[in-house]
């Protein structure tokens, strides 16, 4: 954009790390527009954000909504791709592997198909960060299905890093965070949940969804970073 005035779209910025990342990023020098499936939700983290940003409603799993919202937007300079998932998880005896092709059309697939709906108008100056999460590179019980899932943005952000270049690319790896994407558990099995990585990660505490927004910031701004993973997890691949 003019007048040294960026723009960052955030994929799933209407709670949780996305919207984190919005209160992170947005400031005089960069204009952030946040999007969510659900228009009651955007228009709350609309409101907390002080009406600063911009918004837009559509479901990123449905790519002609996709394709619609980048040929409205128009030029901008950052993509932040936080649409979320949570198939997968549970003992791999036991695990429903059609979940597998669940999580990638609910996480993966959206990612990149909002990739690939903004590169015509994407600044190549620019940059994108995927969020996958710490379960792609731990060896923990339970994970196997959504490591797998979240493995592939792993796998993928370098090879675009060099295959879509200059535009950088990378992907930030979130540990355990307390967002809503935990609000599938009880309260008291949470928090009891959230004790327990507290304990094992070596930070002693879990992460907050602005921890992964600095993350993520860093990478925003940083142009001399692409093709990387950068984890943000308290040290919990180190000790679970």
Known sequence: MSDNIEHCVIIGGSSGIGLATAKRLVSPTMKVTITGRNEDKLKSAWASLGGTVGKTAFDAA???EVRQFFERLGPFDHLVLAASGGKGLGPFATLDLADL???VDEKIRPQLSCLQAALPTLNKAGSVTF???VSAQ???PGVAGIGAINGMLLTVAPI???ELKP???NVVAPGVIDTPWWDFLPHEQRQAVFAEYAGKTPV???GRAEDVADAIAFLVSNGFMTGQVLTCD???RYAA
């Open 62 to 64: 449905k790519p002609d």
């Open 101 to 103: 092709g669940s999580g």
């Open 131 to 133: 969020i996958s999460a």
């Open 138 to 140: 731990i060896a923990a």
């Open 160 to 162: 675009l890093a060099v």
């Open 167 to 169: 535009l950088r690319v």
């Open 204 to 206: 002693g505490r879990i």
């Open 234 to 236: 308290g040290g919990l």
